[in-house]
């Protein structure tokens, strides 16, 4: 089965600083772009963050650019999103995502379940 | 940054009719690279729709996709209780891929 698991979200002061990680399985990871989408309590789907397959490439939403840092490790079909400088603002429920394409930027058809950041004082 | 506007915000219909939901690009998204997922609460998004018109296997033929340029238009032909739901339409002809605001279809 082709799946995407999410975790080390949690709560954390404004300033500091978490790791998501995203464990794939069911599929050959190191041929697909993979994404970060948030979503914000009760509001709408925000693209984060994607890389390409060989992580040679990748690209950030401006709201977030400076301040958080994606990568991969395709020996451990694994995704990671580096969030420092955490704000208030970066509240939401973020979900890895998998482009169908070696490049991050197509759209998007495996989605985990998401993994939830508080950035809370 | 492509910038997509989904119109209406919400959409109050009945089981059994037809919905029409409208997505704009501030540019032309490149050789039709629009597709579109559906929100349930609590649930990750489902992509439906890709390039423009092409549905993914198993999506039912009620849900049909169209439009080129800046205008693309989602159609659900005949409202089942499954679909009502958040629906997102997304660009990835050009990097960042961006999603619009979502358009929510609710029961009248």
């Known amino acids: 089965e082709v799946q995407l698991v999410e975790s080390g979200g949690g709560v954390v002061r404004p300033g500091g600083s978490l790791r998501l990680s995203c464990a794939a399985s069911g599929f050959t990871f190191e041929e697909y772009g993979m994404s970060w989408v948030r979503q914000t309590p009760g509001k709408g789907l925000e693209w984060v963050s994607g890389i390409n397959w060989n992580g040679g490439s990748a690209d950030y939403a401006d709201s977030v650019k400076g301040r958080f840092t994606i990568s991969r490790d395709n020996a451990k079909n694994s995704l990671y999103l580096q969030m420092n400088s955490l704000r208030a603002e970066d509240t939401a429920l973020y979900f890895c995502?998998?482009?169908?394409?070696?490049?991050?930027?197509?759209?998007?058809?495996?989605w985990g379940k998401g993994t939830t950041v508080s950035v809370s004082s | 940054d492509i910038v997509l506007t989904q119109s209406p915000g919400t959409l109050s219909l009945s089981p059994g009719e037809s919905a029409t939901l409208s997505c704009r690009a501030s540019q032309s998204a490149t050789n039709r690279y629009l597709a579109w997922y559906q929100q349930k609460p609590g649930q990750a998004p489902r992509l439906l729709i890709f390039g423009a018109s092409r549905r993914v296997t198993g999506i039912p033929d009620r849900f049909s996709g169209s439009g080129s340029g800046a205008d693309f238009t989602l159609t659900i032909s005949s409202l089942e209780p499954e679909d009502f739901a958040v629906y997102y339409c997304q660009q990835y002809g050009s990097s960042p891929p961006t999603l619009g605001q979502g358009t929510k279809v609710e029961i009248k």
């Open positions: 995502a998998r482009a169908l394409s070696r490049y991050y930027f197509y759209y998007m058809d495996v």
